[in-house]
């Protein structure tokens, strides 16, 4: 049986039918998942949805989805044998169908309270991790996690006992799957995160609840070996739900960590948005749409999303689909280049529009980059920039911030574009497509770009926090006053946007007229030359095989030795976290009978999550280096 032909089944359901499995059945789950899966258990779907997959002649399983499409309700699972609902083939079935996203709380209809747009799922379905660094410290002493106090003079507001005793859950799920490794974090496992996960969305912790479900949607693809699945993601993942776990059960969070379970909205006024460029939306979840960029007149950053399930066929067609907000007369392609004006605005705290009652649009003339405010995203360095944003990663939720600058081409690197930032001994930078599928022109547009070296370019685009001086670009245009630089038609007002308009050869100027450049030599990568990757190697064979591999990779001599070059590179805080996760993971006292006698894995946890936090913020402090 194919999983595709299963429907979605809500976290909650998986996590209760898991539950009420006894020890016994349990230690079959994962083998009966797995036949699921691999099509030992024959299923049939009809034509409303509902699946049945018969695991014998006296038991059959059927699933019937309700009005979202998903199995949300435990009564929505059925299954015809003696032990029903408390049977393995239920759980089974339940297990090998994909996780359904939780449906956002309703928004009521009011001019000051407006309709969320519908990007805000693909917020969620995006796979970054967007959380702020945060000290790891000793557990508390009643078992949950702790983290440093707050300062005395701004006490954060505190959470309520719910939320407190669900944030202490969360921590417990994670630190137990982390002990326990992908090979080893299967159904029983998940479920468990899964059921903390949905005690923390009644809770009203929606931040957690996103990180917890990430996490479980990486051990899956993890354990299916999925060509998606990426260790350092899987870790990634753990750091974030770790992270968020411990400062919310410490109580010292900032009212941020506890997230919103729909976008807020607050109202803007009257305002004069100018569209900048059209980025396409195409995430893993099958939602697909597109997000236009906007600058007010005060250089406010704003956008306005087209976001809905319906995957690359959607996100293709939305870039020129019509603007809903308003009663806006134009589409998404002419917003990018033109503008709105706007009585009664609503704008969420990442910049996004709100379509509310009381919101009236008016098309205006767009302006071009070389005007303001459009003018002041290529003044500043972009090392400036970059800094800016990594000394506050992510404060809002909405990524990386964009930012333009003036390079010149010097050629392919792989997949990859080479340039040179137009400044005095400005950087070599690496552009690399924001969007890599093949039915999307990035790919194309840079390939194309790539074979003029020495092209004079004007680049908006995303900054990659995660590698050495990368951008994602999303636009491009020709460089004022440059003679061998890009050739748009009037209509594009001096922009391409790269995941819609395709670059044609008349947008080039004859390469006879091309300068001489130096060869392409990408800079210094001081990430790629740095000792950082032993300790991530340990971390990720913690994050893949769990507490054991980590004990393992450090018994005997070589751990002394594998980081000596981190205390010689000058990573000696590195070296230290990394030797102390090792020990930790090889603590295991036990009694004269050979009982452990502390069975629990906070203490592991938290140096785990000790040293990823150090090496991110070491990442962050590398990553900036480069684009300087």
């Known amino acids: 049986m194919s999983t595709d032909l299963l429907p979605p089944v809500a976290p909650e359901v998986l996590a209760e039918a898991v539950e009420h499995l006894t020890a016994r059945l349990r230690k079959k789950l994962d083998a009966a998942v797995e036949g699921c899966a691999t099509g030992a258990t024959p299923a049939e779907r009809a034509a409303d949805g509902t699946v049945t997959i018969r695991f014998g002649e006296d038991a059959v399983v059927t699933l019937r989805p309700g009005p979202g499409g998903a199995v949300d309700t435990p009564e929505r699972a059925v299954c015809t044998c003696l032990l029903a609902p408390r049977c393995l083939h239920r759980a089974a079935a339940l297990g090998a169908a994909p996780l359904a996203d939780t449906p956002a709380a309703p928004e009521p209809e009011t001019a000051a309270d407006p309709a969320r747009p519908a990007a805000t799922a693909a917020a969620a379905a995006a796979d970054g991790t967007g959380g702020q660094a945060a000290t790891a410290t000793s557990p508390a002493a009643a078992g949950g996690p702790a983290s440093p106090a707050g300062g005395p003079d701004a006490p954060p507001p505190a959470l309520s006992a719910a939320q407190a005793a669900a944030a202490v859950a969360l921590w417990r799920a994670g630190a137990e799957a982390l002990a326990a490794g992908a090979t080893a974090a299967g159904t029983v496992v998940q479920a468990e995160l899964l059921r903390a996960a949905h005690s923390a969305r009644v809770a009203g912790l929606p931040r957690a609840e996103a990180a917890t479900l990430r996490l479980v949607r990486g051990l899956r693809a993890a354990r299916e070996r999925s060509g998606s699945h990426r260790l350092a993601d899987l870790a990634a993942s753990f750091l974030e739900l770790l992270q968020t776990a411990a ?25 004069r948005v100018y569209g900048l460029c059209r980025e396409p939306v195409l995430s893993a979840t099958g939602y697909g749409g597109v997000v ?18 319906g995957g690359l066929a959607r996100a293709k067609g939305a870039g020129s689909a019509s603007v809903v907000l308003g009663g806006a007369a134009l589409d998404h392609a002419g917003l990018a280049r033109g503008g709105l004006r706007i009585a009664g605005a609503t704008v969420s705290p990442d910049g996004r529009l709100g379509a509310g009652r009381g919101v009236q649009a008016h098309p205006m003339p767009g302006i071009p980059w070389t005007g303001e405010p459009a003018a002041a995203l290529f003044a500043r360095p972009a090392a400036e920039a970059v800094a800016a944003q990594l000394a506050d990663p992510d404060p809002d939720g909405a990524g990386p911030a964009l930012l333009g600058c003036d ?4 050629g392919p690197a792989g997949e990859d574009l080479l340039v040179r930032e137009d400044r005095p001994d400005g950087p070599v930078l690496r552009l690399r497509a924001a969007h890599p599928h093949p039915e999307l022109p990035h790919l194309e547009n840079l390939r194309r770009i790539a074979s003029h070296p020495g092209l004079a370019l004007r680049v908006l685009g995303r900054p990659d926090l995660d590698r050495a001086a990368t951008l994602r670009p999303l636009a491009v245009g020709p460089v004022p006053g440059a003679a061998y630089t890009l050739r748009l038609p009037d209509g594009l007002l001096g922009r391409a946007d790269l995941g819609y308009d395709r670059l044609q050869g008349d947008n080039f100027p004859p390469r006879s007229t ?9 800079g210094p990568d001081p990430l790629a030359e740095s000792p950082l990757w032993r300790a991530d190697r340990l971390l ?3 994050v893949a095989g769990g507490r054991r591999a980590v004990a393992e990779a450090g ?15 000058g990573f ?12 930790e993971a090889d603590r295991r006292p036990r009694d004269a009978f050979g009982r452990l006698t502390d069975p629990s894995a906070d203490a592991y946890a938290w140096a785990w999550l000790a040293a990823a936090t150090h090496l991110a913020a070491a990442r962050r402090a590398l990553v900036a280096a480069s684009w300087d």
């Open 514 to 522: 091309a300068p001489q450049t130096p060869p392409a030599e990408p």
């Open 292 to 309: 236009t960029h906007l600058l007010s007149q005060d250089g406010g950053r704003h956008s306005l999303s087209d976001v809905r399930p």
């Open 247 to 271: 400062l919310l059960a410490s109580g010292t969070a900032d009212p941020a960590w506890t997230g919103t379970s729909r976008r807020s909205y607050r109202q803007g006024g009257h305002l």
């Open 407 to 410: 390079v010149t081409v010097l």
């Open 540 to 542: 990720e064979s913690g």
């Open 572 to 583: 000696t805080t590195a070296a230290e976290l990394a030797a102390d996760l090792a020990a």
């Open 555 to 569: 018994r005997g001599p070589e751990p002394l030795a594998a980081y000596g070059p981190l205390r010689r590179a």
